[in-house]
């Protein structure tokens, strides 16, 4: 069992919708990052967060350590917002852990 | 500030050649992290380095891999011997700080195809 579980694998929305998308850790962890990768390949920090919520845009991060689970929501999604989304969860190294992403579809 | 930057983008080896990945990390960040990706597989850690010192390589293959990152110059990712398996797109990225979990910025990438 991969220590970063993310949840859905594939996911198809129209434009307009309200995504979430869940990503679940199993080892104790300082920080958990949300990374975007483009059609193209490269790959973006979204946000890096260890407690509470974070937001930028029409992007929303959100973590309970407790129950170590985080998601990531996009309001008003769009087509551009087509990409994988990937959840990166910091051990007890510098290393990080990832999910194995989240394809995300938004058709117009 | 010019980001992570990494090259060639692209690289083509045959089987037994040498492949050298370079980055260079962002202005002010003295930790850098290489990362594979597999075709239709996640990103896997592969090693963590600072000026001059490998900290953490436990990701790394045992055989034909090493890296380093010296003084002056960007990081070298090193395989010697390339076989198909290692086709794969390598990140690197780095960060200001390395304790507490401290902020990565990804790099573009290098897509290695071992024909």
């Known amino acids: 069992k991969n220590e970063v579980e993310q949840s859905p694998q594939n996911l198809t929305a129209q434009e307009g919708e309200f995504i979430t998308i869940n990503c679940s850790y199993s080892?104790?962890?300082?920080?958990l990052h949300w990374l975007q990768q483009h059609p193209g390949g490269g790959i973006v920090s979204l946000f890096m967060?260890?407690?509470g919520k974070k937001k930028h845009g029409r992007l929303i991060a959100t973590i309970n350590i407790q129950e170590k689970h985080s998601s990531l929501h996009i309001t008003a999604s769009h087509p551009r917002d087509s990409a994988v989304y990937i959840c990166a969860a910091f051990g007890g190294s510098e290393k990080l852990v990832f999910g194995k992403g989240t394809k995300l579809t938004v058709n117009p | 500030n010019a980001g992570v930057m990494q090259n060639p983008r692209h690289l083509v080896r045959r089987r037994g050649q040498e492949a050298r990945l370079r980055c260079s990390p962002m202005k002010g960040h003295s930790h850098v992290y290489w990362y594979r990706q597999l075709p239709e597989e996640g990103l896997k850690f592969m090693v963590y380095l600072q000026k001059e010192n490998i900290i953490d390589e436990s990701g790394m293959p045992k055989e034909r891999f090493s890296a380093e990152f010296p003084k002056e110059g960007p990081s070298i990712l090193r395989i010697q011997q390339v076989v198909r398996g290692d086709s794969a797109a390598y990140f690197c990225a780095s960060s200001r700080t390395g304790t507490g979990g401290g902020e990565q910025y990804f790099g573009p990438g290098t897509r290695l195809t071992v024909t």
């Open positions: 080892v104790g962890i300082s920080a």
């Open positions: 967060l260890s407690s």
